[in-house]
């Protein structure tokens, strides 16, 4: 839903979790194994460094939006820049959150890509 209201996608998003086609998927693998006991206390506390810059990273966000809404509005095309940049930042967030929910045992990335 963000990547929509942030005009990276012109489709609506669907309101069904089955395998509905929509230009924009997230997949998370189960650790083998399952998770260790220790990151359920341990992790969030370990994702902080992460919330710090992704903060800053969500202002920028918010104000690359703004730029490209009155790009798209007055030239009628959205700035490539800006467009990878708020799909960096929201990949960004995805990897944090799908750490901090216990979805995967790898540590994010401090990256766009």
Do not use: K
Request: hydrophobic content about 50%.
């Amino acid at each position: 839903m963000n990547l929509y209201t942030y005009f990276a996608t012109e489709e609506y998003p669907p309101f069904s979790v089955d395998e509905a086609p929509y230009p924009i998927r997230t997949n998370f693998t189960y650790p083998e194994g399952g998770i260790s006991r220790w990151r359920v206390f341990f992790q969030g506390f370990l994702a902080i460094p992460q919330f710090i810059v992704l903060y800053f990273l969500g202002i920028g966000a918010y104000v690359a939006a703004v730029i490209a809404f009155f790009a798209v509005l007055f030239t009628g095309n959205y700035p490539p820049a800006v467009f990878n940049f708020l799909i960096g930042v929201f990949r960004w967030q995805t990897r944090v959150f799908g750490y901090i929910l216990l979805m995967t045992e790898e540590y994010p990335p401090f990256s766009l890509e």
